[in-house]
Nanobody, 120 residues
Framework: QVQLVESGGGLVQPGGSLRLSCAAS????????MGWYRQAPGKQRELVAT???????NYVDSVKGRFTISRDNVKNTVYLQMNDLKPEDTAVYYC??????????????WGQGTQVTVSS
């Protein structure tokens, strides 16, 4: 099994910064894509950013230029540096990882979520 554990959420004022981390552990053979999604109250979960094993990144338009996703393939960890945070960034942020287990079975797993609140 593969587990994802997130950390780094919290309360920040508009214009502030936070850094989220998500560490994957367990029966991992290879992780292809890692990403961050978010879900605000009353809204559907949306993609924030993804990064492939080769380092290619993808962002939702609303965070381009403010958020940066990165990953450490040795530690199986993905990060989301969030700068210039806005109240509309308030949401529960979820980590996702897709890959192959040591039994060569595909996995597509989610973390438990971490709350990010942007408010003065």
């Amino acid at each position: 099994q593969v587990q994802l554990v997130e950390s780094g959420g919290g309360l920040v004022q508009p214009g502030g910064s936070l850094r989220l981390s998500c560490a994957a552990s367990g029966s991992i053979f290879r992780i292809y894509t890692m990403g961050w999604y978010r879900q605000a109250p009353g809204k559907q979960r949306e993609l924030v950013a993804t990064v492939t094993g080769g380092g290619s990144t993808n962002y939702v338009d609303s965070v381009k230029g403010r958020f940066t996703i990165s990953r450490d393939n040795v530690k199986n960890t993905v990060y989301l540096q969030m700068n210039d945070l806005k109240p509309e960034d308030t949401a529960v942020y979820y980590c996702n990882a897709a890959g192959l287990s040591t039994t060569i079975e595909r996995f597509d797993n989610w973390g438990q979520g971490t709350q990010v609140t942007v408010s003065s």
